[in-house]
Protein backbone atom coordinates (compact mmCIF):
# COMPACT_ATOMS: atom_id res chain seq x y z
CA UNK A 1 0.00 0.00 0.00
CA UNK A 2 1.18 3.56 -0.13
CA UNK A 3 1.25 5.82 2.09
CA UNK A 4 -1.40 8.29 2.43
CA UNK A 5 -2.49 10.87 0.09
CA UNK A 6 -0.70 13.81 2.06
CA UNK A 7 2.70 13.39 1.00
CA UNK A 8 1.88 12.60 -2.75
CA UNK A 9 -0.48 15.39 -3.22
CA UNK A 10 1.95 17.85 -1.73
CA UNK A 11 4.81 16.81 -4.15
CA UNK A 12 2.21 17.51 -7.03
CA UNK A 13 1.49 20.70 -5.13
CA UNK A 14 5.36 21.30 -5.02
CA UNK A 15 5.94 20.72 -8.72
CA UNK A 16 3.09 22.92 -10.08
CA UNK A 17 4.55 25.51 -8.03
CA UNK A 18 7.96 25.14 -9.49
CA UNK A 19 6.53 25.08 -12.97
CA UNK A 20 4.86 28.34 -12.38
CA UNK A 21 7.88 29.91 -11.13
CA UNK A 22 9.53 28.64 -14.36
CA UNK A 23 7.59 30.21 -16.82
CA UNK A 24 7.41 32.91 -14.91
CA UNK A 25 11.16 33.59 -14.74
CA UNK A 26 11.60 33.39 -18.44
CA UNK A 27 8.87 35.14 -18.74
CA UNK A 28 10.05 37.86 -17.28
CA UNK A 29 13.36 37.83 -18.59
CA UNK A 30 12.04 38.06 -22.03
CA UNK A 31 9.38 40.96 -20.75
CA UNK A 32 12.90 42.73 -19.79
CA UNK A 33 13.92 42.28 -23.31
CA UNK A 34 10.89 43.61 -24.85
CA UNK A 35 10.53 46.49 -22.43
CA UNK A 36 13.64 47.74 -23.56
CA UNK A 37 13.05 46.93 -27.35
CA UNK A 38 9.55 49.35 -26.79
CA UNK A 39 12.02 52.21 -24.92
CA UNK A 40 14.82 51.87 -28.22
CA UNK A 41 11.36 52.24 -30.48
CA UNK A 42 10.26 55.17 -28.17
CA UNK A 43 13.88 56.99 -28.20
CA UNK A 44 13.71 56.46 -32.10
CA UNK A 45 10.93 57.86 -32.83
CA UNK A 46 10.90 60.64 -30.43
CA UNK A 47 14.16 61.20 -32.21
CA UNK A 48 12.25 61.15 -36.05
CA UNK A 49 10.18 63.77 -34.60
CA UNK A 50 12.99 65.89 -33.74
CA UNK A 51 14.07 65.99 -36.68
CA UNK A 52 10.52 66.11 -38.39
CA UNK A 53 9.69 69.61 -36.30
CA UNK A 54 13.28 70.94 -37.13
CA UNK A 55 11.76 73.44 -39.83
CA UNK A 56 8.31 74.21 -38.22
CA UNK A 57 6.56 77.21 -38.21
CA UNK A 58 9.51 78.39 -40.48
CA UNK A 59 8.01 80.26 -43.43
CA UNK A 60 11.01 80.54 -45.38
CA UNK A 61 11.29 84.23 -44.80
CA UNK A 62 13.99 85.73 -42.83
CA UNK A 63 12.10 88.30 -40.80
CA UNK A 64 13.75 88.61 -37.21
CA UNK A 65 10.23 87.99 -36.30
CA UNK A 66 10.27 84.80 -37.40
CA UNK A 67 13.75 84.20 -36.60
CA UNK A 68 12.52 84.95 -33.03
CA UNK A 69 9.05 82.40 -33.14
CA UNK A 70 11.60 79.56 -34.20
CA UNK A 71 14.09 80.40 -31.47
CA UNK A 72 11.15 79.80 -28.95
CA UNK A 73 9.41 77.47 -30.55
CA UNK A 74 12.81 75.21 -30.63
CA UNK A 75 12.82 74.57 -27.02
CA UNK A 76 8.99 75.27 -26.60
CA UNK A 77 6.67 72.61 -24.62
CA UNK A 78 4.30 72.82 -28.09
CA UNK A 79 7.29 70.96 -29.82
CA UNK A 80 7.75 68.52 -26.96
CA UNK A 81 4.37 67.89 -27.49
CA UNK A 82 4.10 67.28 -30.92
CA UNK A 83 7.03 64.98 -30.87
CA UNK A 84 5.44 62.93 -28.51
CA UNK A 85 2.23 62.74 -30.11
CA UNK A 86 4.25 61.18 -32.67
CA UNK A 87 6.03 58.67 -31.17
CA UNK A 88 3.56 55.82 -31.08
CA UNK A 89 1.03 54.21 -33.32
CA UNK A 90 -2.43 54.75 -31.45
CA UNK A 91 -2.59 50.36 -31.75
CA UNK A 92 1.09 49.79 -29.98
CA UNK A 93 0.04 49.18 -26.10
CA UNK A 94 3.37 48.88 -24.95
CA UNK A 95 4.47 52.09 -26.46
CA UNK A 96 1.70 54.37 -25.20
CA UNK A 97 1.81 52.43 -21.92
CA UNK A 98 5.54 53.59 -21.59
CA UNK A 99 5.15 56.81 -22.36
CA UNK A 100 2.33 57.96 -20.58
CA UNK A 101 4.02 56.65 -17.40
CA UNK A 102 7.60 58.35 -17.77
CA UNK A 103 5.87 61.61 -19.26
CA UNK A 104 7.66 63.61 -16.51
CA UNK A 105 11.01 62.26 -17.48
CA UNK A 106 10.68 63.29 -21.28
CA UNK A 107 9.87 66.97 -19.84
CA UNK A 108 12.45 67.04 -17.47
CA UNK A 109 14.85 65.72 -20.12
CA UNK A 110 13.98 68.05 -22.72
CA UNK A 111 14.01 71.67 -20.26
CA UNK A 112 16.49 70.30 -18.13
CA UNK A 113 18.74 67.52 -19.15
CA UNK A 114 19.12 67.59 -23.32
CA UNK A 115 22.12 70.07 -23.40
CA UNK A 116 23.99 67.97 -21.00
CA UNK A 117 22.96 64.39 -21.86
CA UNK A 118 21.79 64.49 -25.75
CA UNK A 119 21.80 61.01 -26.37
CA UNK A 120 18.03 60.40 -25.62
CA UNK A 121 18.27 56.79 -25.21
CA UNK A 122 21.29 56.71 -22.94
CA UNK A 123 19.69 59.67 -20.77
CA UNK A 124 16.09 57.74 -20.57
CA UNK A 125 16.27 53.76 -21.22
CA UNK A 126 19.43 53.14 -20.00
CA UNK A 127 20.24 55.41 -17.20
CA UNK A 128 16.99 56.47 -15.68
CA UNK A 129 14.17 54.20 -16.65
CA UNK A 130 17.04 51.35 -16.74
CA UNK A 131 15.35 49.27 -18.86
CA UNK A 132 18.31 49.02 -21.35
CA UNK A 133 21.94 48.26 -21.24
CA UNK A 134 24.96 49.80 -22.69
CA UNK A 135 25.64 48.06 -25.78
CA UNK A 136 27.83 45.11 -25.40
CA UNK A 137 26.24 44.29 -22.37
CA UNK A 138 22.96 42.56 -20.82
CA UNK A 139 21.03 41.69 -17.65
CA UNK A 140 20.07 43.62 -14.31
CA UNK A 141 23.25 44.84 -13.58
CA UNK A 142 24.62 45.72 -17.17
CA UNK A 143 27.34 42.85 -17.20
CA UNK A 144 29.79 42.58 -19.81
CA UNK A 145 28.96 40.12 -22.72
CA UNK A 146 31.13 36.77 -23.19
CA UNK A 147 33.93 38.20 -25.07
CA UNK A 148 33.71 41.58 -23.43
CA UNK A 149 31.50 44.45 -24.42
CA UNK A 150 33.53 46.07 -26.78
CA UNK A 151 33.41 43.02 -28.78
CA UNK A 152 30.58 40.56 -27.93
CA UNK A 153 30.84 37.24 -28.49
CA UNK A 154 34.19 38.20 -29.96
CA UNK A 155 32.19 39.35 -33.17
CA UNK A 156 31.55 35.63 -34.00
CA UNK A 157 28.07 35.71 -32.62
CA UNK A 158 24.72 36.96 -30.57
CA UNK A 159 25.15 37.76 -26.94
CA UNK A 160 21.69 36.89 -25.43
CA UNK A 161 20.17 40.25 -24.01
CA UNK A 162 22.83 42.49 -25.81
CA UNK A 163 21.73 45.74 -24.59
CA UNK A 164 18.95 44.56 -22.61
CA UNK A 165 18.29 44.58 -18.91
CA UNK A 166 17.35 40.69 -20.14
CA UNK A 167 18.80 37.54 -21.56
CA UNK A 168 21.90 35.42 -19.93
CA UNK A 169 24.52 37.23 -21.92
CA UNK A 170 25.56 33.51 -24.06
CA UNK A 171 26.37 33.38 -26.97
CA UNK A 172 24.57 32.02 -30.39
CA UNK A 173 27.71 31.83 -32.44
CA UNK A 174 27.58 32.93 -36.21
CA UNK A 175 27.54 30.40 -39.19
CA UNK A 176 30.95 28.53 -38.93
CA UNK A 177 31.86 29.02 -35.44
CA UNK A 178 30.86 27.07 -32.24
CA UNK A 179 31.52 27.05 -28.25
CA UNK A 180 30.79 29.16 -25.52
CA UNK A 181 32.68 32.48 -27.04
CA UNK A 182 32.31 31.70 -30.32
CA UNK A 183 36.12 31.15 -31.02
CA UNK A 184 35.80 27.52 -32.07
CA UNK A 185 35.44 26.30 -36.02
CA UNK A 186 32.42 24.08 -36.71
CA UNK A 187 33.16 20.65 -38.41
CA UNK A 188 34.47 21.19 -42.37
CA UNK A 189 35.91 25.01 -41.08
CA UNK A 190 39.13 25.36 -39.34
CA UNK A 191 40.98 28.37 -38.02
CA UNK A 192 43.04 30.17 -39.97
CA UNK A 193 43.95 32.76 -37.43
CA UNK A 194 43.28 32.57 -33.49
CA UNK A 195 43.99 33.81 -30.30
CA UNK A 196 42.49 34.47 -27.10
CA UNK A 197 40.33 37.06 -28.66
CA UNK A 198 39.90 36.13 -32.21
CA UNK A 199 39.14 33.71 -34.39
CA UNK A 200 38.36 33.55 -38.11
CA UNK A 201 37.17 30.04 -39.35
CA UNK A 202 37.24 29.32 -43.07
CA UNK A 203 35.29 26.53 -44.97
CA UNK A 204 37.52 23.09 -46.46
CA UNK A 205 38.21 22.32 -49.51
CA UNK A 206 35.07 20.94 -50.21
CA UNK A 207 36.72 16.96 -49.91
CA UNK A 208 37.35 17.36 -46.54
CA UNK A 209 34.94 16.35 -43.64
CA UNK A 210 37.43 18.17 -41.09
CA UNK A 211 40.46 20.00 -42.27
CA UNK A 212 43.33 21.89 -40.96
CA UNK A 213 44.08 23.84 -43.81
CA UNK A 214 42.50 25.11 -47.21
CA UNK A 215 43.41 22.13 -49.74
CA UNK A 216 42.43 18.73 -50.41
CA UNK A 217 45.74 17.93 -48.49
CA UNK A 218 45.20 19.21 -45.52
CA UNK A 219 41.87 17.06 -44.50
CA UNK A 220 41.95 15.26 -41.27
CA UNK A 221 39.35 13.34 -42.62
CA UNK A 222 37.61 12.92 -45.92
CA UNK A 223 33.91 12.86 -46.75
CA UNK A 224 31.60 10.43 -48.20
CA UNK A 225 32.59 10.05 -51.59
CA UNK A 226 36.10 10.94 -51.58
CA UNK A 227 38.99 8.53 -50.39
CA UNK A 228 42.60 9.47 -49.65
CA UNK A 229 44.95 8.90 -52.14
CA UNK A 230 48.82 8.00 -52.17
CA UNK A 231 49.74 11.67 -51.76
CA UNK A 232 47.56 11.65 -48.72
CA UNK A 233 45.08 14.15 -50.43
CA UNK A 234 41.15 13.47 -50.65
CA UNK A 235 40.35 12.26 -54.35
CA UNK A 236 37.07 11.99 -55.76
CA UNK A 237 35.57 8.61 -55.64
CA UNK A 238 34.90 7.59 -59.47
CA UNK A 239 31.49 5.32 -58.57
CA UNK A 240 30.52 4.71 -61.88
CA UNK A 241 33.98 2.54 -62.47
CA UNK A 242 32.86 -0.03 -60.86
CA UNK A 243 32.32 -3.08 -62.48
CA UNK A 244 28.29 -3.30 -61.48
CA UNK A 245 26.89 -0.03 -62.83
CA UNK A 246 25.52 1.35 -59.09
CA UNK A 247 22.67 2.68 -61.69
CA UNK A 248 21.24 -0.70 -62.94
CA UNK A 249 20.09 -1.43 -66.37
CA UNK A 250 18.59 0.97 -68.35
CA UNK A 251 20.12 4.63 -66.89
CA UNK A 252 24.16 5.21 -67.11
CA UNK A 253 26.46 6.78 -64.57
CA UNK A 254 27.28 9.94 -64.71
CA UNK A 255 30.25 10.49 -61.97
CA UNK A 256 30.17 13.63 -60.01
CA UNK A 257 32.78 15.11 -57.00
CA UNK A 258 31.75 13.57 -54.00
CA UNK A 259 29.12 11.61 -55.63
CA UNK A 260 27.17 9.80 -59.05
CA UNK A 261 24.36 10.45 -60.71
CA UNK A 262 22.13 8.37 -62.84
CA UNK A 263 20.38 9.64 -66.42
CA UNK A 264 17.90 7.36 -68.23
CA UNK A 265 19.00 5.76 -71.77
CA UNK A 266 17.68 6.80 -75.06
CA UNK A 267 15.02 5.22 -76.13
CA UNK A 268 15.95 3.48 -78.68
CA UNK A 269 18.56 1.57 -76.55
CA UNK A 270 18.56 -1.53 -74.67
CA UNK A 271 20.71 -0.68 -71.93
CA UNK A 272 23.73 2.07 -72.59
CA UNK A 273 26.90 3.66 -71.32
CA UNK A 274 26.09 7.39 -72.00
CA UNK A 275 23.59 9.77 -73.49
CA UNK A 276 22.12 9.07 -77.00
CA UNK A 277 21.26 6.76 -79.42
CA UNK A 278 25.14 6.19 -80.35
CA UNK A 279 25.85 4.81 -77.00
CA UNK A 280 23.55 1.89 -76.38
CA UNK A 281 24.87 -1.28 -75.32
CA UNK A 282 21.60 -3.08 -77.54
CA UNK A 283 18.95 -1.59 -79.51
CA UNK A 284 15.53 -1.65 -78.25
CA UNK A 285 12.95 -3.64 -80.04
CA UNK A 286 11.74 -2.85 -83.41
CA UNK A 287 15.38 -0.71 -83.73
CA UNK A 288 18.86 -1.85 -85.44
CA UNK A 289 22.25 -0.96 -85.09
CA UNK A 290 23.32 1.34 -88.39
CA UNK A 291 26.84 2.11 -87.63
CA UNK A 292 27.09 2.17 -84.01
CA UNK A 293 23.76 4.08 -83.93
CA UNK A 294 20.65 2.50 -83.08
CA UNK A 295 17.77 3.61 -85.82
CA UNK A 296 14.25 2.54 -86.52
CA UNK A 297 13.60 -0.28 -88.63
CA UNK A 298 10.89 0.14 -90.82
CA UNK A 299 8.85 -2.88 -90.92
CA UNK A 300 6.64 -1.35 -93.98
CA UNK A 301 9.20 -1.87 -96.45
CA UNK A 302 10.33 -5.31 -95.69
CA UNK A 303 10.68 -7.57 -98.57
CA UNK A 304 7.98 -9.21 -97.00
CA UNK A 305 4.59 -7.22 -96.60
CA UNK A 306 3.79 -7.30 -92.96
CA UNK A 307 -0.06 -5.79 -93.21
CA UNK A 308 -1.50 -8.59 -94.98
CA UNK A 309 -5.35 -8.17 -94.94
CA UNK A 310 -7.38 -6.71 -97.92
CA UNK A 311 -7.80 -2.65 -98.02
CA UNK A 312 -5.41 -2.63 -95.19
CA UNK A 313 -2.09 -0.13 -95.51
CA UNK A 314 1.49 0.16 -93.39
CA UNK A 315 2.24 2.93 -91.25
CA UNK A 316 5.56 2.80 -89.55
CA UNK A 317 6.71 4.09 -86.50
CA UNK A 318 9.42 4.63 -84.06
CA UNK A 319 10.12 1.04 -83.13
CA UNK A 320 7.33 -0.35 -84.50
CA UNK A 321 4.36 0.06 -87.28
CA UNK A 322 0.75 -0.19 -87.66
CA UNK A 323 -1.72 -1.79 -89.93
CA UNK A 324 -4.84 0.60 -90.66
CA UNK A 325 -7.10 0.84 -93.21
CA UNK A 326 -6.64 2.38 -96.24
CA UNK A 327 -8.35 5.53 -97.33
CA UNK A 328 -12.23 4.96 -98.23
CA UNK A 329 -11.96 1.93 -95.95
CA UNK A 330 -13.24 2.29 -92.43
CA UNK A 331 -12.45 -0.74 -89.81
CA UNK A 332 -15.58 -2.56 -88.85
CA UNK A 333 -15.74 -6.20 -87.12
CA UNK A 334 -11.79 -6.50 -88.00
CA UNK A 335 -11.82 -5.78 -91.61
CA UNK A 336 -11.77 -3.05 -93.91
CA UNK A 337 -14.84 -2.15 -95.72
CA UNK A 338 -15.99 0.75 -97.83
CA UNK A 339 -16.67 3.78 -96.00
CA UNK A 340 -20.55 4.30 -96.16
CA UNK A 341 -21.35 7.97 -95.47
CA UNK A 342 -18.98 10.45 -96.90
CA UNK A 343 -17.47 12.22 -93.88
CA UNK A 344 -18.30 16.21 -95.08
CA UNK A 345 -21.94 15.04 -94.34
CA UNK A 346 -21.61 14.16 -90.61
CA UNK A 347 -19.33 17.00 -90.38
CA UNK A 348 -21.99 19.73 -91.19
CA UNK A 349 -24.71 17.56 -89.55
CA UNK A 350 -22.41 18.11 -86.45
CA UNK A 351 -22.03 21.61 -86.70
CA UNK A 352 -25.93 22.13 -87.22
CA UNK A 353 -26.84 20.94 -84.10
CA UNK A 354 -24.27 23.04 -82.15
CA UNK A 355 -25.12 26.20 -83.44
CA UNK A 356 -28.78 25.89 -83.23
CA UNK A 357 -29.13 25.02 -80.03
CA UNK A 358 -29.60 27.04 -76.87
CA UNK A 359 -26.34 27.82 -74.99
CA UNK A 360 -26.09 23.84 -73.20
CA UNK A 361 -22.90 22.60 -71.62
CA UNK A 362 -22.74 19.27 -71.64
C1 LIG B 1 24.09 49.70 -30.30
O1 LIG B 1 23.67 48.61 -31.11
C2 LIG B 1 22.60 48.91 -31.98
C3 LIG B 1 22.14 47.65 -32.64
O2 LIG B 1 23.20 46.86 -33.03
C4 LIG B 1 23.06 50.00 -32.96
O3 LIG B 1 21.99 50.32 -33.83
C5 LIG B 1 23.51 51.22 -32.19
O4 LIG B 1 24.01 52.18 -33.07
C6 LIG B 1 24.55 50.86 -31.15
N1 LIG B 1 24.80 52.02 -30.30
C7 LIG B 1 26.01 52.45 -30.04
C8 LIG B 1 26.09 53.61 -29.13
O5 LIG B 1 27.01 51.92 -30.49
C1 LIG C 1 44.67 38.43 -31.83
O1 LIG C 1 44.60 38.54 -33.24
C2 LIG C 1 44.07 39.75 -33.71
C3 LIG C 1 43.94 39.67 -35.22
O2 LIG C 1 45.05 39.16 -35.83
C4 LIG C 1 44.94 40.91 -33.26
O3 LIG C 1 44.39 42.14 -33.70
C5 LIG C 1 45.03 40.90 -31.75
O4 LIG C 1 45.93 41.90 -31.30
C6 LIG C 1 45.50 39.53 -31.25
N1 LIG C 1 45.43 39.51 -29.79
C7 LIG C 1 46.35 38.93 -29.04
C8 LIG C 1 46.11 38.94 -27.57
O5 LIG C 1 47.36 38.45 -29.51
Known amino acids: MLPAGPPLQLLRLLSCVTVILLVQVTSAKRDLKKACNTCQQVTDNFNKGFERTANQNFGGGNTAWEERTLAKYETSEIRLMEILEGVCDSSSFECNRMLEEHEDHFETWWFKR ?14 TIKTCCPNGTYGPDCKACVGGSEWPCHGNGQCDGDGTRGGDGKCSCDDAYKGDSCLDCIDGYFNEVRNDTFSLCTVCHTSCKTCAGATNQDCDECKDGWEDDDQEACVDVNECSA ?44 YEDTEGTCTDIDECSQPEPVCTEEHEQCVNTKGSHVCSCASGYEEQEGECVPTLHPEKEEESEASGATTDGPHEEL
Do not use: M, Q
Not at 260 to 265: D, G, N, Q, T, V
Open 243 to 286: DASPCGEEKYCVNTDGSYSCAACDGVCSGCTGAGADKCRACAGG
Open 114 to 127: KTKHPDLHKWFCID
